[in-house]
């Protein structure tokens, strides 16, 4: 077929004879023969992806610079795990026996409804003369959802191999999985450093024996997790007081697990406190934060805990970098009226130095 000679006839003067039926009509044949011209180019929908950007989020503190990297989300078992305090007797219940439908009631004011995707965060700190990784995700102890830190690591810039020390909050799957996904060591230069109250508590197989089911599996990850490092003699638990890097100083605040810790991070003036899982579900925990999860080695302490620090950074307003609060997990704690609120960063395309 001559396309050429089709198309000329089709886009020539229109003949004033022809109806309105019949240039109508003419009109359609000429569309369709210039698709068929055109190689058949149509304007198809396009396939989805179904992927996110890479998960890093960036923030200069002072003279140091702060990447927020995302292990992934996974469905976080809210009607399962949120427990609080019972008055009559003082014991952790789950919180749908103790406060009926308070979780689904919370969430609903957030636009939220379970399941609800949890947020696994780390974050890393470039002093200048130190790469330094707090919380490493869940690496391979999660299955397919998460154990995306590797990549988001590469994403941002930097290769585990340059990164010198990993401070771990504490030893639960989701924090300490990622130095050694599949039992491999990933950071090959770094040196793994945790509080020697949560060493002492989470690699004994005493404690393991006598630990509630929920929490048998955290101790079997541990051991596999830390086992290269120990073998390497690049496991070095701390203790409280000095400053693990210049800058960066931990805080004891047990009750998550028995040596949970806090880092408090310090440059030129600003501050930011990686609290680790202070909060697990943030819509629910900042109106009421006696909410506690089952996961708490001690429930009570946990609670007295997360009150002293939501008051103490609404009052003096330094960053928090939290695990579990929707990444990049960077933002600030604010207070009204008697009632706490989480205030995300707000986003920079070209990070500034913190206020």
């Known amino acids: 077929m001559n396309h050429r000679v089709l198309l000329t006839g089709c886009w020539g003067r229109p003949r004033r004879a022809a109806g309105l039926a019949l240039n109508l009509s003419l009109f359609i044949l000429c569309s369709i023969l ?31 610079e702060i990447t927020a990297l995302s292990d992934g989300t996974h469905a976080f078992p809210v009607h399962k795990v949120l427990t609080k ?18 979780a689904d009631a919370l969430l609903a004011e957030s636009n939220l409804a379970v399941p609800v995707a949890g947020s696994i965060n780390a974050f890393l700190i470039n002093t200048g003369s130190k790469l330094i990784l707090v919380d ?33 909050t504490h030893l639960h799957a989701d924090h300490v999985g990622g130095v050694a996904p599949n039992g491999k060591m990933a950071f090959p230069n770094a040196v793994v450093r945790v509080s020697q109250v949560d060493a002492d508590y989470w690699l004994k197989d005493v404690n393991e ?9 955290m101790f079997e990850g ?17 203790s409280y007081g000095d400053e693990l890097s210049p800058g960066i100083r931990p805080i004891a605040s047990r009750g998550h697990t ?3 810790s806090f880092f408090e991070v310090e440059s030129n003036g600003a501050k930011l406190l ?26 009570e302490m946990a609670e007295s805990e ?10 003096k307003g330094y960053w928090i970098g939290a695990a579990h609060i929707s990444f990049p997990g960077l933002g600030h704690v604010k207070a009204k009226d008697g009632h706490f609120f989480w205030i995300p960063a707000n986003y920079n395309a070209d990070p500034a130095p913190a206020n």
């Open 209 to 217: 024996a006598a630990a509630p089911e929920l929490l048998k599996s």
């Open 306 to 315: 997360r009150l002293a620090i939501f008051a103490d950074a609404a009052q």
């Open 34 to 64: 210039a698709f068929t011209a055109l190689g058949g180019y149509a304007l198809a929908a396009a396939p989805k992806v179904g992927t996110q950007a890479p998960g890093f989020y960036r923030m200069a503190l002072g003279s140091f």
């Open 136 to 168: 490493s995700g869940a690496g391979s102890l999660y299955g397919d959802c998460c154990g995306h830190l590797i990549d988001n690591l590469r994403a941002a810039g930097y290769a585990p191999d340059q990164v010198d020390e990993i401070y771990l």
């Open 274 to 299: 990686l609290w680790g899982d202070v909060v697990h579900v943030g819509a629910v925990q900042f109106p009421d934060p006696a909410v506690t999860v089952a996961y708490d080695s001690d429930a």
């Open 258 to 260: 028995p040596g949970h």
């Open 222 to 238: 541990d051991k596999a997790s830390l086992k290269p490092y120990v073998d390497a003699g690049r496991f070095k638990p701390f």
């Open 85 to 102: 305090t019972s008055t009559t007797n003082g014991q952790s219940i789950p919180l749908d026996q103790s406060s009926p439908g308070e």
